[in-house]
């Protein structure tokens, strides 16, 4: 039968049943192509002037080296030919099976879950969530300890998982020295023990460590709600698992890892549903107060965490606030602080920060945690201080001299930097230090943030230029 010829051009009683056959199935995979095209994430593969590579929906492109093979692709009419052995490249939202004992999310509760992140119906997570995910940076490399990380409000959940994976890999996980190198030292397998480990950490402890509860995503829509989920296609789809124990916690997300690391898996999302969920809508009532009745924030055309996220993930109460214990507020209404030392710390810095607004100040509870890792606000901006001795913060002699590691998660990095922080230096001393280096070096951004821990302490960046 020759191929060249075509339907229409053939006698219908010459269409074996194969022929029929083949071309029906050739219609059903383009039909599933174009409606899994019309929901949401999925990219195309094309030939252009730079070789091959593929194209998003928005349009934006994507190297052949990030689509990962060297397949061609169809490209439209007029642009190129269609060849047999092209191939698509759709990455899907990972789906799991619906018979894993889960139960479907009710109309209740994606409607008590968008209220409790939004305070109202109309609004959903944009492109720039959906497409955030936990993804390590290579394994045995400088940063391969690291996440890769994404702007906007994606970045303070990322950057707050990304302390807790520190401090799993160095000071929690059995038979490893605390050291840089063992942070560097990771496989792939390492990379996600590590990752199931630290999200079932802490879902179980925002459990008060009675249970977790886990969203994903099956091929069924199971809720019916009134939300409009025209723009936010899978929370109709999530089945909730839950689980008493810790371990047993951790062996789903490990066998399930997919659908937090995975290409358009909307990892980052379903990780703050779950989170959601297992502090329970009664606990997040109690731990928020006046000021703060809701976790995520509109802001400059993108939404943003709440403090009280960042306080869920590091200390597993919802927090509103970073001073220490209750406080009173302007209008006489108590507010809620950190109540126990997290194991996490916490620092921030902004030039536009009152230093005498107290409910402001970062409390000792953040600041002195009990592992040497401090998630960083700097101008709306995260990144990771660690230092790799665990007695920094119950030794007072340790604290004359050492070492911290900082992680900006700027794509430009390429490894940690490296800075002596010497909290015993003379005041006219540390005065002279920084006039030799100019002003930008006086100011620099990080250094405020580390001396709202170590008042007057002098930095020294170890030969490289102060970026942050």
Not at 166 to 195: M, P, V, W
Not at 309 to 323: D, E, H, K, Q, Y
Request: net charge negative; glycine share 8%; hydrophobic share 35%.
């Amino acid at each position: 039968m020759d191929p060249e010829i075509s339907v229409q051009e053939r006698d219908p009683l010459e269409l074996d049943l194969n022929e029929v056959t083949r071309k029906l199935l050739f219609l059903e995979q383009w039909r599933g192509i174009f409606r899994l095209g019309s929901s949401g994430n999925y990219s195309v593969k094309v030939k252009n002037e730079e070789g091959l590579g593929a194209q998003n929906h928005d349009g934006s492109h994507l190297s052949a080296k990030e689509t990962g093979d060297g397949s061609g692709m169809f490209l439209a009419q007029g642009q190129g030919q269609l060849t047999s052995s092209s191939v698509c490249s759709i990455p899907r939202l990972p789906v799991i099976s619906s018979k894993l004992h889960g139960f479907p999310i009710s109309p209740a509760t994606a409607s008590m879950l968008q209220r409790s992140l939004f305070g109202n119906m109309n609004q959903v997570l944009g492109g720039d969530w959906r497409k955030a995910h936990f993804k390590f940076h290579e394994p045995f490399s400088d940063l391969a300890f690291a996440l890769q990380v994404k702007k906007g409000g994606v970045q303070s959940i990322q950057m707050a998982v990304q302390g807790c994976i520190i401090k799993y890999l160095l000071f929690t996980r059995e038979g490893k020295d605390c050291s840089l190198h063992s942070l560097c030292n990771l496989s792939q397998r390492e990379q996600e023990r590590a990752l199931a480990a630290v999200l079932a950490g802490i879902l179980w402890t925002a459990g008060a460590a009675q249970k977790a509860i886990i969203c994903f995503v099956t091929e069924d829509i199971h809720s019916a709600s009134t939300l409009d989920y025209s723009s936010d296609s899978f929370i109709e789809r999530l089945q909730l698992c839950e689980f008493s124990e810790k371990e047993a916690t951790e062996k789903f997300i490990y066998d399930h890892l997919q659908c937090f690391k995975g290409e358009g898996s909307h990892g980052v999302i379903l990780f703050l549903y779950s989170l959601v969920l297992s502090r329970t809508f009664e606990r997040l009532q109690k731990d928020l107060d006046t000021t703060t009745t809701h976790l995520l924030q509109s802001q400059a055309g993108g939404v943003l965490c709440r403090q009280a996220v960042l306080n869920l993930i590091l200390t597993g109460r919802a927090s509103p606030n970073v001073f220490n214990g209750y406080e009173e507020g302007r209008s006489e209404e108590t507010l809620h602080g950190v109540l126990t030392r997290s194991d996490i710390g916490y620092l921030q810095w902004s030039k536009d920060t009152s230093e005498g607004d107290r409910l402001s100040q970062v409390g000792s509870m953040l600041k002195t945690p009990t592992f040497p890792i401090w998630l960083c606000n700097i101008h709306g901006n995260y990144s990771i201080l660690f230092c790799t001795n665990r007695q920094l913060l119950s030794d007072w002699k340790m604290e004359r001299v050492f070492d911290l590691h900082f992680y900006s998660g700027q794509p430009s990095q390429k490894k940690p930097v490296q800075l002596t922080i010497d909290t015993h230096s003379h005041h006219w001393q540390g005065a002279d230090h920084e006039d030799k280096h100019g002003s930008e070096r006086r100011f620099s951004s990080l250094e405020m943030a580390i001396r709202t821990k170590w008042r007057e302490a002098t930095i020294n960046w170890n030969g490289t230029i102060p970026f942050f």
